[in-house]
């Protein structure tokens, strides 16, 4: 079965709104937990990840928020503008030491003016 | 950013050939990475590689399936012979170092492999 889930394959939200993007995990011996950010034909690109030592990090608009008892992790990004609009993809990994990573299947994020 | 180049960005190519999907991975980073994308699915691993060796594979990781970095240069994924349920994207990978939460993996922008 799927070890990452994004339950929301889309997100809509408006121009200076709050943009909240969820992810749940099956394997609790994941240590680490990141999001990942994809333009159309572009590389995934890290944004913000955590380690299972935290419940939440910030780095400016983008705030990661860390639930181990419930294995879940979201992200927020404040101030939503039109630039975010892409596809988001949350990873988890860590467990033994390695760096293979677990992704979700993404969520689109559409900023609308 | 550090970039890493994926050469063909799009390949296709008949059921039975061999194809090779080249990578050139960030100059300084030991540690390299295939993962597979079929369409409207996630992101998988396929295989990790160090030192000439693979560390760790999938098991989408199949027999007809190898990784080399012969010059030390492009990082390389063989398919011999191709199937159809070969067709999607393949994404490359690299890091400096070893384990997710120290070492942050750089990607490429994926090779469209279509398999006729």
């Known amino acids: 079965g799927q070890q990452v889930k994004q339950s929301s394959p889309s997100l809509t939200v408006q121009e200076g709104g709050i943009s909240i993007l969820n992810c749940d995990y099956e394997n609790d011996m994941f240590d680490y937990f990141a999001w990942y950010k994809k333009y159309p034909d572009n590389s995934p690109t890290l944004l913000i990840s955590v380690r299972s030592n935290v419940d939440k990090r910030e780095d400016g608009r983008l705030t990661v928020f860390l639930n181990k008892s419930g294995k879940h992790f979201s992200l927020h990004i404040t101030a939503s503008q039109p630039e975010d609009t892409a596809v988001y993809l949350c990873?988890?990994?860590?467990?033994?030491?390695?760096?293979?990573?677990?992704f979700g299947q993404g969520t689109v994020l559409s900023v609308i003016p | 950013g550090p970039k890493v180049l994926q050469i063909p960005s799009h390949q296709i190519i008949d059921m039975g050939q061999m194809v090779t999907l080249n990578c050139d991975p960030v100059s300084n980073h030991l540690y390299f990475y295939w993962y597979k994308q079929i369409l409207g699915q996630q992101m998988e691993f396929l295989v990790n590689?160090?030192?000439?060796?693979?560390?760790?594979k999938s098991k989408l990781f199949k027999d007809q399936f190898s990784v080399e970095r012969p010059d030390g240069s492009y990082f390389t994924l063989k398919i011999q012979p191709t199937a159809l349920e070969d067709s999607a994207v393949y994404f490359c990978?690299?890091?400096?170092?070893?384990?997710?939460?120290?070492?942050?993996?750089?990607f490429g922008a994926g090779t469209r492999l279509s398999v006729l």
């Open positions: 590689f160090y030192n000439g060796k693979v560390m760790e």
């Open positions: 990873a988890a990994g860590g467990t033994g030491g390695n760096n293979k990573l677990t």
């Open positions: 990978a690299s890091s400096w170092d070893w384990g997710a939460s120290q070492n942050t993996l750089y």
